[in-house]
């Protein structure tokens, strides 16, 4: 199974104009990239870039992380759901085909040769998804990362959007936080009967390592809960 991967791209709020030309040749040419060091080569000295880069990126952690995964996408392929404007309801989901070819982005306005600081790697059959059809897209996003390999359950979700079009409505498509606050619902409904919660003593899904829910039912005990589905 073909790993999936996400990339967020964030572009500098100083210059406008340049971001937005940057953005829309990334879209228009299907590709996505990551910037640093303008004037670094690319395929044959990759790693050395990289240690250049992170001794003065203050972020290199996660620098040196993006772009260690961008190269291994480029080695072995697979799935990229991207995202270009966190304003736009619109995102792309594309492959990259294994052993590609790291290239410059393409010449901009007022730059008579290719912009070298964005390392480019182009996707086949892209499709673009409405964010307003599709809103489990923006809930299993990774947070606060340019670029990272998504969870398995997050992986499966975008291959079958990409795929089918559409995301069977069957328990198994659910996130693991969607399947907990299916089952915190139903503890709050009368269908619950005597598990009925009244209140709950901490937030669903709170990094307990035993329970997902805990609450006081309307009989005043104590309920603990734990969410799987198998």
């Known amino acids: 199974m073909e790993n999936v991967y996400f990339i967020r791209h964030n572009f500098s709020s100083e210059y406008p104009k340049i971001m937005e030309e940057v953005r829309t040749i990334l879209i228009k040419e299907d590709c996505i990239a990551i910037h640093f060091n303008e004037d670094e080569p690319l395929d044959e000295q990759w790693d050395s870039a990289i240690e250049k880069a ?43 085909p294994p052993q590609s070819k790291i290239t410059y982005l393409p010449a901009i306005k007022n730059k008579n ?13 892209v499709k ?60 709050r409904s009368e269908l619950a009967g005597d598990l009925r919660v009244r209140y709950q003593l901490i937030l669903t899904g709170n990094d307990y390592p035993s329970f997902d829910i805990i609450g006081k039912t ?3 005990k104590v309920l603990f809960a734990q969410v799987t589905y198998h």
């Open 54 to 96: 992170t001794k003065t990126d203050t972020k290199d952690s996660k620098f040196e992380k993006a772009a260690r995964i961008f190269k291994t996408l480029k080695e072995n392929g697979g799935y990229v759901f991207a995202q270009y404007d966190g304003r736009s309801g619109k995102v792309f989901i594309g492959k990259i």
């Open 113 to 125: 040769e290719e912009y070298k600081g964005y390392k480019c790697l182009k996707m086949e059959n």
């Open 128 to 187: 673009p998804f409405e964010l307003k059809h599709f809103p489990i897209l923006f809930a299993i996003r990774p947070i606060q990362q340019t670029l990272a390999k998504m969870s398995d359950k997050g992986a499966e979700i975008v291959r079958q959007i990409y795929k089918n079009g559409k995301l069977k409505p069957e328990l198994n498509s659910l996130t693991p936080q969607f399947q907990e606050l299916i089952v915190q619902e139903w503890l």
């Open 218 to 220: 309307i009989n005043g």
